[in-house]
């Protein structure tokens, strides 16, 4: 429960921030989502399955992780496309296993 009340004495605090604060706050918030692109990109590997869902149309899309860059991960997707998503967004998909 105290996370949340830091959340909301931060959210608070930009109120009487001046510009140039905001800016900092921007700055520090852009790094931290470089960072955690950064860290979950690097749980995939290629061959993984994944899901996950579009931006554009909004629909949930599955495929094969075939390639991992720095931030973004390859995938083909089952419908033929092949989509750079940030690692952030990605799922994991539990394959089942033929016997």
Aim: one cysteine or more.
């Amino acid at each position: 429960m105290q996370d949340k009340k830091n959340i909301v004495d931060i959210i608070n605090s930009i109120f009487t921030m001046d510009n140039s604060d905001i800016n900092k706050i921007i700055e520090a918030v852009k790094l931290r989502r470089n960072q955690l692109h950064f860290q979950n990109t690097k749980s995939f590997n290629p061959g993984d399955r994944v899901e996950f869902t579009s931006s554009r149309t909004g629909a949930v899309l599955a495929g094969t992780v075939s390639k991992v860059k720095i931030k973004y991960v390859a995938v083909n997707c089952d419908n033929g496309q092949t989509w750079n998503i940030p690692g952030g967004m990605l799922r994991m998909i539990q394959q089942k296993v033929m016997a």
